[in-house]
């Protein structure tokens, strides 16, 4: 009797079980085949990149230190200027410039400047606003730089990202709409020997140039490190630190060609 008790126990517990594995093989086959939408409230305003309205003639305002200003090009052209050449003969658009890059500038010499009311009038007044800012606060000396100078040499970062934040900042208040394009930052000292290490601050920097431009709307790196890696001799002045007429060209290019598709509306350039 106690055997016949024990083996219908047995046949209900695996009835039971069957049951309970069939109900979870269905409803994960209909999790699978009826995925639920997610939670997570996602982000619409940089999803896509934006178009930039055509005009008769844009207004181009340039910020920053001495590679917007051309330093190291003996034809005195730089970035800005090809730029201009290249938007008018490739795309068929006129613009202006404005360049108020300062030579020798940090972060935080833009910072002040960014407070100066002709600034912030010629800033309002720009259809796109290009920069470069923070190579300075990298590399304050760098005619010091060494390999024993490296090994406890530490950049400020916090205040690099604070003075980025508030450069930024300054200028999406004065325009809410212009296209920003931050220069990334090179290496010039790659390929000098005993200074390669010095790539991982340069590395660091973009992470927080990338970071912050992340949070904005309408704004973007244009990346200069591949550009110059192990073409230091190709790209760079006498100075080895600015880049040459060469090297502006590179640059030019790569920044003319993400603000042309942009004039012409395509995407994920």
């Known amino acids: 009797m106690k055997y016949n008790k024990f083996v219908y126990f047995i046949m209900i517990s695996s009835f039971l079980c069957f049951l309970l594995l069939t109900f979870g093989f269905i409803k994960g086959a209909y999790t699978i085949l009826n995925p639920q939408k997610s939670k997570l409230i996602v982000s619409q305003e940089n ?3 934006q178009s930039i309205h055509k005009k008769d003639s844009i207004m181009i305002v340039s910020l920053g230190d001495s590679i ?9 052209q730089g970035y800005v200027r090809r730029v201009k ?4 003969k490739d795309y068929n658009q006129i613009s202006t410039i404005s360049n108020l890059a300062v030579s020798g ?46 090994k406890s040499y530490r950049p400020d970062e916090k205040t690099f990202q604070k003075n980025l934040q508030m450069i930024f900042q300054q200028i999406r208040k004065q325009n809410q709409s212009a296209p920003i394009y931050a220069l990334g930052y090179y290496n010039p000292f790659h390929n000098v020997e005993g200074l390669d290490a010095s790539s991982s601050f340069v590395s660091k920097w973009n992470e927080i140039l990338e970071q912050t431009v992340l949070q904005l709307d309408n704004a973007y790196v244009i990346p200069t490190f591949d550009l110059f890696y192990n073409e230091e001799e190709k790209y760079l002045y006498t100075d080895h630190f600015h880049p040459n007429k060469a090297g502006y060209i590179e640059m030019a290019n790569r ?8 004039l012409r509306g395509e995407k994920n350039e």
Do not use: C, H, Y
Request: proline share 1%; net charge negative.
């Open 68 to 76: 917007t200003r051309g330093v190291g090009d003996d034809e005195g």
């Open 255 to 262: 920044l003319s060609k993400k603000i042309g598709s942009q």
């Open 47 to 49: 999803s896509t990149e």
């Open 85 to 88: 050449e290249t938007l008018e």
């Open 105 to 150: 500038a940090k972060t935080s010499d833009l910072v002040t400047q960014l407070n100066n009311k002709s600034v912030q009038e010629a800033i309002r007044t720009a259809d796109t606003i290009m920069l470069s800012i923070g190579g300075n606060d990298l590399f304050p000396g760098a005619d010091q730089l060494n390999q024993q100078f490296l």
